[in-house]
């Protein structure tokens, strides 16, 4: 099984839609849970982190459940510059961090 | 944010030659560093871990004498692929860590190399 699961999508949704991501991961021990996005032939660049309470950042929710080890990423009002590659990273200890493999979102006009 | 700066960007070299790659963390101490080749339209696949003044660990099926790794310094990581052929030909993202596990990765603008 592996470390963590994304749905590689691809998601195709249009302008001001709202789109949930979800990624599962296998440890229950995990410490650390991030969103990055990466674009199309360019570094991923940190989204935000999670943090198990959930946090918000402008159109972005990020939200961590514990119980059934997933994190999820919520866009609300879909942007065309929202179209890119969600990765999901967890930490499970020290310099252990798992990748999924990325859900690609299209926004459409 | 933390800002990490990765050099060359683009490399065109011919078969056989060695290259190296440079990754720096401007604003902050990397005591981990991370190596990443990923393939057009594929995951992004670690190659190595590098903690400073040790040596790398390398991923399973990574040739450690084809990718030389040098983590001197709490700020430089180098990469060297050496004696590179077409195969070789990716893109290189190193990412660095201040090494607590809380702390997210942060990635330095990749290297797309294109070994002729």
């Known amino acids: 099984r592996k470390e963590v699961e994304q749905d590689p999508g691809p998601f195709n949704v249009p302008e001001g839609a709202t789109v949930a991501f979800n990624c599962t991961y296998s440890?229950?021990?995990?410490?650390?849970f991030f969103w990055y996005r990466q674009d199309c032939r360019k570094e991923p660049k940190l989204l935000m982190s999670v943090y198990s309470s959930g946090n918000e950042d402008g159109r972005f929710t990020a939200q961590l459940n514990r119980a059934s080890q997933y994190i999820s990423l919520l866009i609300r009002d879909s942007k065309l510059s929202d179209s890119a590659t969600y990765l999901c990273v967890v930490n499970a200890w020290g310099n252990q961090f798992y990748f999924g493999t990325g859900t690609s979102l299209t926004v459409i006009p | 944010g933390a800002v990490v700066s990765q050099h060359p960007s683009w490399v065109i070299c011919k078969s056989g030659t060695s290259v190296k790659i440079e990754c720096r963390s401007l604003d902050f101490q990397a005591t981990t560093m991370f190596w990443y080749r990923q393939f057009p339209k594929q995951s992004l696949m670690l190659m190595a871990t590098s903690n400073e003044g040790s040596k790398a660990t390398y991923e399973q099926g990574v040739e450690k004498d084809k990718f030389l790794i040098n983590h001197a310094s709490l700020t430089l990581s180098t990469l060297t692929v050496t004696s590179a052929h077409p195969e070789d030909s990716s893109f290189y993202i190193c990412?660095?860590?201040?090494?607590?596990?809380?702390?997210?990765?942060?990635f330095g603008d990749g290297t797309r190399l294109s070994i002729l």
């Open positions: 440890n229950s021990a995990s410490q650390s």
């Open positions: 990412s660095a860590s201040g090494g607590l596990g809380n702390q997210p990765q942060h």
